[in-house]
């Protein structure tokens, strides 16, 4: 089914921006949707690359499969960014793509994207800065489990999830976690035990309200504080 980038409400976070009418709807003529359903896979590891996504709708992980056979999480991504890129460098996708709730993606043949960019200029800027995007989220991680203790993470992990949610124009204070206390364990690095402690003290101490996966950011400040806290 196809879909209009003309009329989506999250052009501007994705590949769209800056395009003039007549190269959206060029863009609009390769771009077909795909919808899935929760616990579905996008993709898995190992197979052909043959497209990239941009997420209309819901809620995803990506993971991949360690030598011991254990996942481990290496992203969460939300509407309005771009999965799939893994698959670029050898053709063939090195992680798996998770819905982790109902929803819906935007998918875009890369040959056919490749050859698109080269005509249009703005495209093709805005593709390597969405690049040029997930290779600085994967050097912050880095720093993050290199750094910082266990609260420190857990911290940044629910700003950043503010952050983004108020970039798509929803609540930055109250949302709902899609992914499990053990998913966020494996992506920051820590046990679940080490996450629902580290809940329950921002609870207490009232930065945050937890009711199940129902989030409220009390005392962002405090947050934030907590992460420019120097431990000696």
Do not use: W
Request: aromatic share 6%; proline share 1%; glycine share 8%.
């Amino acid at each position: 089914m196809r879909v209009a980038c003309s009329q989506c409400n999250l052009r501007e976070l994705c590949l769209a921006v800056g395009l003039d009418e007549g190269d959206l709807h060029k863009l609009d003529d390769l771009v077909t949707k795909r919808k899935l359903k929760r616990g579905q896979q996008l993709y898995r590891a190992g197979d052909p690359f043959e497209a990239m996504y941009a997420i209309r709708t819901g809620f995803f992980k990506t993971d991949i499969l360690t030598e011991e056979g254990l996942e481990q999480v290496t992203g969460f991504q939300m509407a309005g960014e771009i999965i799939g890129m893994d698959g670029i460098s050898n053709d063939r996708h090195v992680c798996n793509a998770t819905a982790l709730e109902d929803s819906e993606v935007c998918v875009m043949p890369y040959d056919q994207l490749e050859e698109l960019s080269r005509k249009i200029q703005t495209l093709q800027q805005q593709f390597h800065k969405l690049m040029s995007r997930e290779i600085v989220r994967d050097q912050s991680l880095m720093i993050l489990l290199g750094s910082m203790r266990a609260e420190k993470r857990i911290a940044a992990f629910l700003l950043n999830l503010s952050q983004r949610m108020r970039m798509r124009g929803y609540s930055a204070s109250e949302f709902h976690l899609r992914m499990t206390r053990e998913e966020i364990g494996s992506y920051l690095g820590l046990k679940l035990e080490t996450v629902s402690r580290a809940f329950s003290k921002f609870h207490d101490e009232g930065l945050i309200g937890v009711q199940q996966k129902y989030i409220r950011i009390l005392n962002a400040d405090g947050l934030k504080a907590l992460l420019n806290h120097s431990t000696p």
